[in-house]
């Protein structure tokens, strides 16, 4: 069982930068896929980041190649999400998750947190 919770999230204007992070309780946490995903109002769950157990491969949607990062320490069971230059089209939820399987498909994962607003004003 792995339990999840974001913080970070806010108002910026674009342009700005914030980091996001999820804290994960459990032992096992170095074992997940840890994915970062959003949801903007109206709009379903996508894909934003994930990032594999060791952090030897990262994966990255095409709306957040080149301005985001995700990253992960394991020692402290937190997941990161670094998102610069952002855009008012980033507005959303940002929720992170676990999985066992690497793919960007919700069903891959198992965890959810509740998540974090986004807010990107023009």
């Known amino acids: 069982q792995v339990q999840l919770v974001e913080s970070g999230g806010g108002l910026v204007q674009a342009g700005d930068s914030l980091r996001l992070s999820c804290a994960a309780s459990g032992r096992t946490f170095s074992s997940y896929i840890m994915g970062w995903f959003r949801q903007a109002p109206g709009k379903e769950r996508e894909f934003v980041a994930r990032?594999?157990?060791?952090?030897?491969?990262?994966y990255y949607a095409d709306s957040a190649k080149g301005r985001f990062t995700i990253s992960r320490d394991n020692a402290k069971n937190t997941v990161y999400l670094q998102m610069n230059s952002l855009k008012p089209e980033d507005t959303a939820v940002y929720s992170c998750?676990?999985?066992?399987?690497?793919?960007?498909?919700?069903?891959?994962?198992?965890?959810w947190g509740q998540g974090t607003q986004v807010t990107v004003s023009s």
């Open positions: 990032i594999t157990w060791n952090s030897g491969s990262t």
């Open positions: 998750a676990a999985g066992s399987y690497n793919g960007p498909s919700t069903r891959y994962y198992d965890y």
